[in-house]
């Protein structure tokens, strides 16, 4: 399986931009879909949750700004970013939780740059 991310680039603060993730490979089914971030010199940090139930949890600093939509039929994850500030600034990684037998293996796309200027 493999998870391709796209929709990143540079913003002006206040701007917006729709981050895509699309799956692809043998896949019988994902229980959570999601995007997350990592700023320099900072750990990686979950940014949104989608789950199979339709679910979601968002990180509390983009609660409100961004929204995290899904397709299961079509393996793909999306993230629309409004009002974007500078420290959203980070690269953006999509990960899948795919369900295989018993367990979830963990997929994560290539990252891709979100940069917002001020």
């Known amino acids: 399986v493999q998870l391709q991310a796209s929709g990143g680039g540079l913003v002006q603060a206040g701007g917006s931009l729709r981050l895509s993730c699309a799956a692809a490979g043998r896949i019988f089914g994902i229980n959570v879909m999601g995007w997350y971030r990592q700023a320099p010199g900072k750990q990686r940090e979950m940014v949104a949750l989608l789950a199979s139930d339709s679910s979601t949890n968002y990180v509390a600093d983009v609660k409100g700004r961004c929204t995290i939509s899904g397709d299961n039929a079509k393996n793909t994850v999306s993230l629309q970013m409004n009002s974007l500030k500078p420290g959203d600034t980070a690269i953006y990684y999509c990960?899948?939780?795919?369900?295989?037998?018993?367990?979830?293996?963990?997929?994560w796309g290539q990252g891709t740059q979100v940069t917002v200027s001020s």
């Open positions: 990960n899948m939780k795919v369900r295989s037998g018993k367990t979830d293996v963990n997929y």
